[in-house]
């Protein structure tokens, strides 16, 4: 648990919101961070990049993310129960290294819909000090919302940046979708940037962070104060969505829906965020807009694009935000909606259901999720499924239901099945051998690393004796390498 002391204060929080990033300092007293950055050259010098097993490989960088500093910021994020996810990477600027071109990472080969709410963040840890001119990580604050920036090639992009610098142990947590890029290294020093990823396991009911005034303040410069109010709002725990009912003329309406469309990416958010203030009334036009923009861009979504270079989530719409933006008025048509003869449609409604989180309605829109669990299309499956996991539900309908996507044929439902069976925390029994099966067996790393997750969070003793029975035949030896096999 979070020392109090150490918890982000309302402006750190609106800064993140607004800006996509917030910096905190470790200190220790026993030269930790020289002592990682000569790991890191040993390892990398003579056995290579070891990816995803570089804390396993270098221990010691544990400690950095349980300072009390750290685990605070990321409480005050995220919520008390995060987690750290299995896929981190050691990134190295050479001296003389170029510019690297802006980009958005991927959700560690899923893809989920970039939701203004956000679940993830990512963490960039310097061993050394850095700065601007060694090559610093850096990005396009206030950007975050965008798939789309002037250009990713840096010498043309017009777009303000901000160089992530600091003393060894500098820490800068940034929102998931930040647009990012290594920069040039003009120094004969070489520039390490330990990056980390962090996801939400229960949907926010109250602050997590030194909260001083539950009210919205406004920020300076800020182009989406509606849009960063609902975060905020949302990060509160507040379910019911503030709308303004008197500017709900069905003319006006009709206008901002067009303006979804329009090509200046800035008028398309805030249409959609003053859509989502207007109530009721915008709630059937907005399905209709749904329904329309999902037909127009599912195609090209699902293809290599520059925030997804896998290819995106088809449900990542500005008429998606605005419904979302809604809240609980809208989850009756939305549950309709996920018996849309399109499937693009029916996957897109289980994505907005399941970011809204609904109260009133939850019986409702778990039971038709459940439904679409076994939806011919993998996409609406795997929408479901993640939706499924934030409304946080757990009766035995939804068990059987996922149990039975266990053994799926695609990938990504699988993983997300895991992922919402480890944030239900249920207790059964039976769930155990079926969960232990994927944790040892599943071809998918991640497949394994939420089935892990899944049981720690049941903790009984079965539980615990099947993670530890993992753990024998897992990487679990820092010091086993080539040059001391015993």
């Known amino acids: ?3 109090k002391n150490y918890l982000l204060s309302d402006e750190n929080m609106r800064h993140f919101i607004t800006r996509g990033y917030v910096q905190v300092q470790t200190d220790f007293e026993d030269n930790l961070h020289q002592q990682i950055y000569d790991q890191i050259e040993h390892v990398l010098e003579t056995e290579g990049n070891p990816g995803n097993n570089i804390l396993p490989r270098i221990p010691n960088i544990q400690k950095v993310f349980d300072h009390p500093k750290v685990v605070g910021a990321l409480t005050s994020l995220l919520g008390e129960n995060y987690v750290i996810h299995p896929h981190r990477y050691c990134h190295l ?32 840890y310097y061993p050394q000090d850095v700065t601007a001119d060694m090559g610093a990580t850096a990005t396009l604050p206030g950007r975050q919302y965008y798939n789309t920036i002037s250009s990713t090639s840096p010498g043309e992009t017009t777009e303000d940046e901000t160089k992530l610098c600091g003393k060894a142990g500098t820490i800068s947590i940034v929102n998931f979708d930040v647009w ?9 020093k070489k520039r ?56 709900a003329d069905q003319k006006k309406v009709s206008k901002l829906v067009q303006d979804l469309s329009d090509p200046n990416e800035t008028i ?59 809240g609980e008025i809208a989850v009756p048509q939305l549950i309709q909606t996920l018996n849309d003869p399109d499937w693009f449609v029916r996957a897109a409604a289980a994505d907005i259901i399941g970011n809204i989180v609904p109260v009133m309605h939850q019986e409702d829109a778990v039971s038709e999720l459940v439904n679409r669990l076994q939806d011919s299309e993998w996409w609406v499956r795997r929408n479901a499924t993640e939706a499924l996991g ?32 480890s944030k239900l925390v249920q207790t059964e029994d039976e769930m155990l051998p079926l969960l232990v099966e994927k944790l040892m067996n599943d071809d998918d790393r991640y497949v394994r ?5 899944a049981l720690k969070r049941i903790n009984n003793k079965k539980a615990e004796d099947a993670l530890f029975y993992a753990l024998l035949s897992s990487r679990w030896c820092p010091h086993t390498t080539a040059d001391t096999p015993f």
Not at 196 to 225: A, Y
Not at 302 to 323: F, I, R, V
């Open 1 to 3: 648990m979070a020392s």
């Open 93 to 124: 600027r050479d001296p003389g290294s170029e510019d690297q071109g802006w980009h958005k990472d991927d959700y560690i080969f899923d893809q989920n819909v970039r939701h203004h709410r956000f679940r993830w963040v990512m963490a960039f």
């Open 180 to 188: 990012h890029r290594g920069s040039t290294n003009n120094t004969d």
């Open 192 to 247: 390490y940037m330990l990056k980390f990823q962090f996801t939400r396991m229960e949907e926010p009911t109250k602050p997590t962070w030194h909260v001083g005034n539950l009210k919205w303040k406004p920020v300076e410069d800020d182009n989406h104060n509606a849009l960063s109010e609902n975060v905020w709002n949302w990060l509160c725990g507040k379910k019911t969505a503030v709308h303004n009912n008197a500017s």
């Open 268 to 326: 398309r958010i805030n249409s959609a965020y003053t859509l989502g203030s207007m109530g009721e009334s915008a709630v059937t036009t907005l399905i209709e807009a749904l329904k329309s923009e999902s037909l127009l861009l599912y195609q090209d979504m699902t293809k290599s694009n520059a925030t997804n270079p896998q290819g995106g989530n088809p449900s990542d719409l500005y008429s998606s935000h605005a419904l979302t933006a809604l």
């Open 390 to 421: 934030n409304i946080g539900s757990t009766n035995r309908n939804v068990l059987d239901q996922l149990k039975l996507l266990l053994d799926d044929d695609n990938e990504l439902v699988r993983r997300n099945v895991l992922i919402a069976l």
């Open 449 to 453: 690393f939420y089935a892990a997750t």
